[in-house]
């Protein structure tokens, strides 16, 4: 059987979380989490932290390795050092396999100058970083910032930083190909492109024949599935429905590469 990475989940015990994997089908526990995981080859997970930057907040089942999230407090002048201070740390962590960023959720641009401290961090310990584009979880965020294309200038800029874009920029398909035809220090991750539990797979393909005809189409037109990702953004869709639906997006010859072998690379794994 083919072995997976899931190149993005969130694992938070809290109670918003735990909801939303009912609706999945799914329990929100390290316990259920492992099971799945072996139920359907699933041999490790990349975790998008949220948390704060305390080094004692990320501490992860070995199953489990996680990019180090930037929250609002590396936006403030007095306490950036510390911050960067902070996230030197993690990445100095073997299981901390890049940095992610948060853009739409604290309104900078990811070109912003307050985030070149950690694209130097990034070239400097050679890891990635991931970036949340597309459509975001909460109103009060402002699309503008997690548009895909605001990735292009950074991608120049920091050639040779490797970018992940995160959920392949949804719903801007197209302007999300683009930056990757473009820029090719860019992969994606192609979670978030479904939710919850989906009883028929079958009767799904045929309702949305119109919504997956299209991902299909410019995935071809890219041409290049050694810069995607499997990633289902654990807790939200349920992780049988997700194998099955990306499957279904991929040419079966591409399937080692997107399932296992691009985020094994990209976030330096070792599995």
């Known amino acids: 059987m083919m072995k997976i990475i899931d190149a993005h989940i969130h694992f938070c015990q809290e109670p918003h979380f735990d909801q939303i994997a009912e609706l999945a089908g799914h329990e929100n526990t390290d316990e259920h989490l492992r099971t799945q995981y072996t139920l359907h080859s699933m041999v490790h997970g990349v975790v998008m932290s ?10 992860y089942p070995d ?15 007095d306490e950036r050092a ?8 993690h990445l100095q962590r073997k299981n901390c396999v890049g940095i992610k ?3 739409g959720y604290h309104h900078f641009y990811v070109s912003d100058p307050v985030f070149d401290p950690y694209y130097q961090l990034a070239i400097q310990y ?23 294309m605001t990735i292009d200038e950074t991608a120049v800029r920091y050639p040779q930083v490797q970018f992940v874009m995160c959920h392949l920029g949804n719903p801007w398909i197209v302007d999300a190909v683009a930056v990757l035809v473009k820029n090719k220090n860019v992969a994606a991750d192609l979670s978030g492109l479904l939710e919850g539990r989906i009883n028929s797979m079958a009767d799904f393909f045929e309702e949305k024949q119109g919504y997956i005809n299209f991902l299909k189409v410019w995935l071809e037109y890219l041409g290049d599935y050694d810069r995607l ?4 953004d654990w807790p939200l869709a349920n992780l049988a429905n997700y194998i099955e639906f990306v499957a279904h997006l991929i040419p079966e010859k591409h399937h080692d590469k997107v399932f296992f072998d691009n985020a094994n690379r990209v976030y330096n794994i070792g599995c």
């Open 50 to 59: 949220n948390r704060s930057l305390q080094l004692s907040e990320h501490q």
């Open 63 to 77: 199953y489990l390795s996680y990019c180090i999230g930037l929250d609002t407090t590396c936006f403030k002048e």
């Open 82 to 89: 510390q911050q960067a201070y902070l996230v030197e740390k």
């Open 101 to 103: 960023l948060y853009p």
């Open 126 to 148: 050679k890891k990635p970083v991931a970036v949340h584009t597309g459509l975001t979880a909460t109103s009060a965020a402002l699309l503008k910032y997690s548009h895909p």
């Open 229 to 232: 990702l499997y990633g289902t």
